[in-house]
Each structure stands twice: as C-alpha cells, then as structure tokens.
C-alpha cells in the first residue's frame, strides 16, 4: 500500500480525532492535512502508519487547542462547536460512545478539560487506544495519563445527564418539535420543551443573536412560535438534519444559503436545551453562508408593511 492509500485510510479517524480535542471542523481539517504532510515528509517509513498519524494529529491538535483557548476566552458571547453533519469515521465495536462524544454537551464538558486531559480522554475513552499509544501520543508516562483519565472522567460524568433519550425517542420528539415550529403552534412546542429549558446562540458578534439565554418552556416556545413565521414571509426554509448526532436542522435563506444551524438537547421524553450557531465563521464547511445581519433587515420590513 502507497503512502497516499495508508493515509487516506486512516483519514476519517484522523479527522474525528483532531474534531472531538478542537471543536472545530476547520482545524481539525487543518490538523490532518498537516499530518499529511509530515508523513509524506518522512525519511524512514513507520511501522504502523497508524501510530505515526495518531500520534503526530494529537499533537498537532493539542498545539492549536492551547492558541485556541485565549481566544475562546475573548469570544462575544457563548461559544459553541462547529457543527458537525456527519462523523466520517464509524466503528461498529464503539458506536456508542464515538456518538455520545460528538453531541454538542459532550463537546462543551470537554472543553473544561485542559488539552492534555482532553486528548487522554478522546484516544482512550472515546477511540480505545491503549496507554501505551495514549502515552505515546501526548508525551507523558502511562501512569501520568491514568492520572489525567481519572480527572477527565470526573469532570465528564459530573456535567453529564444522568438518563440519555434512546435514537428513536429523540427522532420523534423532533419530529413533532419541527411541525409546531412550522405551524407556530406554541401549545404544540411547549408541550415538548422541559420547564427550564434553555435556547443559546452562538454568533461570535458577527450574526444577530439573542442578547442572553432564553429560558422557561413559555418563554422558549412563544419567541419559537413568533420567530419562524416571520423567517417564512422571506423564504427562508429549514432542513432537518442530525447535528452534531442530535436531532437537528439548517436554515436556509431563500437562495439556499446557509443561515444558521439549530441542535435539540433531548432528555427523559423532553427538551432541555435548544443550540443555534450562526457565526458564519463556522459555517462555511456547510456551503454558501446568508448574511445574516441582511435577512434580519429584510424581516424588520416585512414586519411593518402593511397585511
């Protein structure tokens, strides 16, 4: 097997990887198109092409990650992932847990982890490479990184819901979540939302956002229902997709540009948390992304002119 078919194998591990320490698709592409260019650099062959790769994208991701901070500090508003359509990397042994680790909760609890704890977790937890690869791959003893596992699982499971919804629970919770949201039935959505539900957008000072969080089922489902139709009188349409292994959608203005993402936190048969993220910046990856700030204009005027 050539180089370029060694790597293109083990390319949507690579990405998943760097994905799951960055939150970010755009450098965890960057991180494997640099970890290309350091194997194909290479003098010598490595034995396992596999170790090699692993090993050079974590480190490259844990570099990046540690720049990446300060600047998430200074970020307007909350931040959230990149939203992610599909994993590209699938193991039948660990499906579950290569799903829960991409959901935008299990994303944000990583991001209370420092990056060497982070990409502890990530390979051993989340991928099942041994100590031996771990400690490898982060430059630390085997011991140090049992030691950086234990504090990463408890940061984990401190943040983590105690009762997951099954895939089809979720599916048809969405379902009637999307039809009220056409309709804007606010009795229909509230009836879905838990009673301290949240909805969050995350625009990063470049999209129009909500000032802060909204909160309470009555508070959520009547901004839903008042929201959407508005968006509707200009063409913008919605998607249902998974987001990020959640139930989810894209918005899509009238030329089909996206607009903005929209993720459903579903537990015990409910609602809990509604995510947007409309910082065109991390939405590229996606397609051609709206203006924003021009669809928000065009609402205001649809809104005073005359019915």
């Avoid at 990887?17 to 592409?29: C, D, K, M």
């Avoid at 480190?59 to 990149?82: C, H, K, M, N």
């Avoid at 009762?163 to 606010?186: I, N, S, W």
Wanted: net charge neutral.
């Amino acid at each position: 097997m050539s180089k370029v078919e060694e790597f293109e194998e083990l390319r949507p591990l690579l990405f998943s990887i760097a994905y799951r320490i960055l939150g970010s698709v755009s450098e965890a592409e960057d991180a494997v198109q640099e970890s290309w260019l350091r194997f194909d650099g290479s003098a010598t062959r490595p034995v396992s092409a596999k170790a090699f790769l692993s090993t050079t994208v974590t480190r490259i991701a844990i570099d990046v990650l540690r720049s990446a901070r300060a600047r998430r500090e200074e970020y307007a508003g909350p931040w959230f992932p990149e939203p992610l359509l599909t994993d590209p990397y699938q193991d039948p042994a660990r499906s579950a847990e290569l799903a829960e680790s991409v959901s935008m909760t299990a994303l944000l609890l990583l991001e209370r982890l420092s990056p060497l704890e982070r990409s502890v977790f990530v390979l051993r937890e989340v991928f099942g490479f041994g100590f031996d690869e771990v400690a490898s791959a982060v430059g630390r003893s085997e011991p140090a990184c049992r030691q950086l596992l234990v504090r990463a699982r408890q940061h984990m499971r401190a943040g983590r819901p105690r009762f997951a919804a099954d895939r089809q629970e979720r599916q048809e919770l969405a379902t009637r979540f999307f039809d009220a949201l056409r309709e804007g039935d606010v009795t229909g959505l509230r009836d879905l939302l838990a009673a301290d539900v949240s909805m969050v957008g995350d625009g990063g000072g470049k999209a129009p956002q909500l000032a802060r969080a909204v909160t309470g089922a009555e508070n959520v489902a009547r901004l839903l229902a008042s929201v959407f139709p508005r968006l509707a009188v200009i063409d913008v349409t919605f998607e249902p997709r998974e987001v990020n292994g959640q139930p989810g959608a894209i918005f899509r203005d009238r030329d089909g540009r996206v607009l903005h993402t929209l993720a459903l936190d579903v537990l015990d048969g409910q609602i809990r948390t509604i995510r947007s993220v409309l910082n065109p910046d991390k939405l590229g990856h996606l397609g051609p992304v709206a203006d924003a700030w021009a669809v928000s204009r065009e609402v205001k005027r649809a809104r005073r002119q005359p019915r």
